[in-house]
């Protein structure tokens, strides 16, 4: 195991980075290829940084996923044990105004990638898909099976492609295919070195709040205080980036697995909290105070998701270790050390007080 390469595409991500850091430390060679359209090379230079010694098991590529050649040429100078497969545009709002962006970025990329491996024999893949399928679930927790159904452009992509991926199985039963659902992903690497930098105004609950916790926005609004939940908001599964991780390598090793085709796995932790004991935890482990202001429900959202982790403990030997109150510990670490992100002068003077980045 310790010398197989994977490829990572759009592994200078949030969510690639923290699992390029744990690919390193396990061992693995790690190529990444991302056309930084949401992200920093910063974050690729760090996690070389925290991984040490195998810190050299790492390249960086600047590839668009679209980009047959470029990609032909990476799969033709390395043979991939397999591919973990990140890249893509994830704002929810954003696919419904501008849909062809969407199916063009996540669709055409994924189908080149796929034939690029195809072309190269390397038919194991991990896809990133994601909670956003179970669409407004009727029951939770959402097990592998409950109903599918997507609410956005954004989330018809991630259909489409767990669709296309079990074709491309049926037609060729030497595909190895695991496609992991992420639920709310939240959190940083405990160093407080690498993190979540989204560019522009933030989608999601903790990012918004990150920003109000460091006076980059006044105030959080709150999206309907009238669900039917413990304290009428929204209820999620979030989940530590690093469990999450996590679950890439536990996947990795399940791809060994001669029995393996086509299987999806849930990643969560199986507990719902709602957006108001998410802003009291965050408020606990920061000592900030983060004003809000109640709105209307945000259309498509949602009352209650989270997930059943049975299939995931039981098939993958895999289990979520951190709680809420540790993901707003590490969110909170990130974001004081990094009130701007990757890019600013601040968040690199801040890294140079603790010794990590030269
Ligand atoms: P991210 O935006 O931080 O990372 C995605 C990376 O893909 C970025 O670095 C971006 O530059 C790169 N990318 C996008 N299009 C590309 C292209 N055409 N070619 C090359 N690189 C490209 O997002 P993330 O939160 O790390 O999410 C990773 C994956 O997980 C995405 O597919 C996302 O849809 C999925 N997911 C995320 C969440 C979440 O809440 N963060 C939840 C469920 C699923
Ligand atoms: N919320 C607010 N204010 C905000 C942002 C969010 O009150 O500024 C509330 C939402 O109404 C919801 C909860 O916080 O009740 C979580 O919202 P997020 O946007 O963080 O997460 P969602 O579960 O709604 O959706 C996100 C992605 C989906 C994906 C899902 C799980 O947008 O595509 O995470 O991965 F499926």
Redesign the pocket.
Known sequence: MATKAILVTGGAGYIGSHTVLQLLVSGFKTVVIDNLNNSSEIAMRRVKELAGEFGNNLSFHKVDLRDKPALMQIFDTTMFEAVIHFSGL?A?GESVQKPLLYYNNNLIGTITLLEVMAAHGCKNLVFSS???VYGWPKEVPCTEESPLSALNP??RTKLFIEEICRDIYRADPEWKMILLR???PIGAHPSGYIGEDPHGVP????P?IQQVAVGKRPV?????NDYNTVDG??V?DYIHVVDLAEGHIAALHKLEDSKIGYEVFNLGTGKGTS?FQMVAAFEKASGKKIPLVIADR?PG?AEI?YASTEKAERELNWKAKYSIDDMCRDQWNWVSKNPYGYESPESNNNNADNGCYT
Do not use: C, E, H, W
Not at 203 to 206: D, E, R, V
């Open positions: 994830k929810v994601s909670a956003t954004y989330g992420y639920f709310n989608n999601n609950l903790m918004f959080l609004t709150v999206f309907g908001t929204g999620r957006v945000r959202d998701v």
